[in-house]
């Protein structure tokens, strides 16, 4: 979105690419009526998606109907389709399963029972169907919008509808949302529910490695799968598992001997647990299964380790939604709504799904037949095949599993190259930065090199580990440098923190001159930095003094770590998701504490610097009414009107709590303190209001599955670079030495692709006052944050607002 139609405060809703600037009027869509229905097995964040069709229905000006029960409820008519209410959707979003309910239809699968569903439609003048499900599901409603003619005709022969009714809903549009937590149809990169179900198997992997490891035990788990292997070969990721099996890609002949002695050397490393996940669908070579207590037996026959198995079931479609999937449900749904809008008779039916870092509408029969083709590829034991029909997500991760376990830990006292990899942390800690460490180790050393760890960021590497003060140590204390081992990162991944230890430092403080002696002294041929905006900024401070110091004239590669989001060349940090989902559910439990107080508001302050990041996203994800933040000026007249549209639909709506979020460095003046002043003073009668700053709880926890993953593959793309780029800087004497711009770059995630950006070139797009970038694509969110809470500006479009949260790249889940 412009700037100038942010510092306006004019909000714009996603239409057709090439309509861009058109304006599109609240209510502008009056006398249309929409069907919303979910269908199939329930998946986490369908509420969000619903509450979204409803809310930007209203916000359209059409009706807006709840089809429970899915197709059974359409046949049955009466009252399974009720009209919507604001109110009936809120306080959803953070709720499980499907609200307005699922179940299996077989009087659908009839001509009778489509003549009943159509009739039942019709008398509610609904010629617009949003469906939630499989591709089962929306299959069957593509069908039902085919047959639509026919029915109509039938209908009207047997005086079932008038000849009115008839014309008016001559044609019936169909837009589809894929729920399942299995990420198993093709044209989506993620599907709503998916995240949610691989939080709740790290959370069933984590609390069961520390039994596990208490007692040398190897767990077999048996995930969800049937068809697809996401969630395994994902969740194994994840969770460093030393064993995953999946139907797309099933293990190679003997794979029970190669089994076998990857865990017997594991345990010979000191290693004290085993964890193997297996999908239900998990297939041999020849088709035949491989099932979780066919894989514990093999262990007790041959290793005679304790092995138990623990079948996680229907918990993984339980439990209240993270905030990607609560996001995902309400871009989806708005853009479903607006796909409906801008339907004609002949406009086929499609599917909302995620590209890149924005919601597109794809052909729902083209996504159909590739889901299928991926199972009779499987059929006919083609998997190179069927990996390729999943796409390059799919790919990517298969890929990187694959390296990852087939790295051996180096013999000890051999090393096959003489450089030394170093690997620091700078700025607060946040999720992430662990997974990056443990990857990069075990990366490098398997690859010959050495890696040194540098505790404490600067300081650790000028004075060994020392307190806050900044002075020589004695010369017994620990050294803040020394060579990391294979099995010192064991576990890191799923630990939060920064376990290498780090500080909010800045190069330039402890000077570069003493730096340069240190690097030199330990021989550093090449430097990973984890971090924030400190990072960032420490190394182009390094890079722009290679002239001045030979030390720094060595690949340095900077990987963006900080829960703000705010670093420059990337547009996901490590620790923002694991944040976002801590602030979501914190936000949960406070307007959870106002269940028995009637009508109450609560202001809540996030971290995130200058940086508005964390406030908008868990404002859409917790279904705030505002977002106050920096990028976004406001003033006493923005705030004065918040506070008289919260009470009306307070009033109006039936609505009894609100939620109000405000970035920490939102504006110097209007503080957290005096905001939640001017809604008391403002609200008194209508609402009480209460504040809550969140504080240094959204640092904390335990790393979300994106986190641990991209930081897994960051690390993994850094190591490759690295090796690459002393490969071709070698001097003579075999020292390390480059002044090229393109080997001091930072390494991010833009659009769909992980990118190295020269330090020096992302110096233009950075505001340092503010510690922020110039360009910042979440900001183009926020007008579907204002639309979702009922605000009804006149909006003006600019460029889709319906964007990915999390960037779904190539190589992220």
Known sequence: MAASHLLSRKYSVAVEPGKEGEEIKPGSFGGKAIGVFTSGGDSQGMNSAVRAVVRMGFYLG?????????????????DNIVEATWASSSGIMQLGGTVIGS??????????????????LIERNITNL????????????????????????????????????????????????????????????????????????????DTISTTASSHQRAFVLEVMGRHCGYLALVASLACEADWVFIPEWPPEEGWEDTLCKKLSAERSTGQRLNVILVAEGAIDRQGNPITANKVKDLIIDRLKYDTRVTVLGHVQRGGSPTAFDRILGCRMGAEAVLALMDA???????????????????????????????????????????VRLRGKSFQNNLTTYRL???????????????????IMNIGAPACGMNAVVRSFVRLSLANGYTVLGIHDSFDGLLYGRTSDLIEPVHENLEIGVKPMSWTEVQGWSGRGGSLLGTKKVLAGKYGLDKIAEKMKEH?????????????????????????????????????????????????????????????????????????????????????????????????????????????DKFSITDLRDDVFHLKNKIISAGVQRGIVLRNEYASHNYTTE?????????????????????????????????????????AAKAVSMLAQQVHDNLTEDGRVFTRDPSTATLLGMRRRFLVFTPLTELKRNTDFEHRLPLDQWWLKLRPLLRILAKHTERAYVVESCISDMHDMEEEDY
């Open 404 to 422: 990852l376990s087939k790295l051996q830990p180096p013999i000890k006292g051999v090393v096959n190259n003489k450089q030394k990899f170093a």
């Open 344 to 386: 004609t008779p002949d406009t086929p039916a499609c599917v909302i799904s995620l590209d890149g870092n924005q919601t597109v509408r794809v052909p729902l029969m083209e996504c159909v037949q590739k889901t299928q083709q991926v199972q009779k590829a499987m059929d006919e034991r083609n998997f190179e095949e069927a």
């Open 103 to 120: 179940a299996r239809c077989s009087s659908f699968r009839t001509l009778d029972g489509r003549l009943q569903a159509a009739q039942n």
């Open 674 to 714: 005096f905001i939640e002043h001017v809604y008391s003073e403002e609200g008194k009668g209508v609402f009480t209001c209460r504040k809550n700053v969140l504080g240094h709880m959204q640092q904390g926890g335990v790393p979300s599955v994106f986190d641990r993953n991209y930081g897994t593959k960051l």
């Open 523 to 631: 021989e550093i041929s090449a430097l990973v930095i984890v971090g924030g905006f400190e990072a960032y900024h420490s190394a182009l401070q390094l890079t722009e003094a290679r002239d001045k110091y030979d030390a720094f004239c060595i690949p340095i590669i900077v990987i963006p770590c900080t829960i703000s989001n705010n670093v420059p060349g990337s547009d996901f940090s490590l620790g923002a998701d694991t944040a976002l989902n801590e602030i979501t559910d914190i936000c949960d439990r406070i307007k959870q504490s106002a269940t028995g107080t009637k009508r109450r508001v609560f202001v809540v302050e996030t971290m995130g610097g200058y940086c508005g990041y964390l406030a908008t996203m868990s404002g859409l994800a917790g279904g705030a009414d505002a977002a106050y933040i920096f990028e």
């Open 130 to 205: 949003v469906c939630i499900g499989g591709d089962g599901s929306l299959t069957g409603a593509n069908i039902f919008r085919q047959e639509w003619p026919s029915i109509l005709e039938e209908l009207s022969k047997r005086n079932r509808i008038t000849e009115e009714q008839k014309a008016s809903c001559s044609h019936l549009n169909v837009v589809g949302m894929v729920g399942s937590i299995d990420n198993d149809f093709c044209g989506t990169d993620m599907t709503i529910g998916t995240d949610t179900a691989l939080h709740r198997i790290m959370e069933c992997v």
């Open 62 to 78: 059409c009706k807006t109907f709840y089809i429970k029960e899915g197709y059974q409820g359409m046949v049955d008519g009466n």
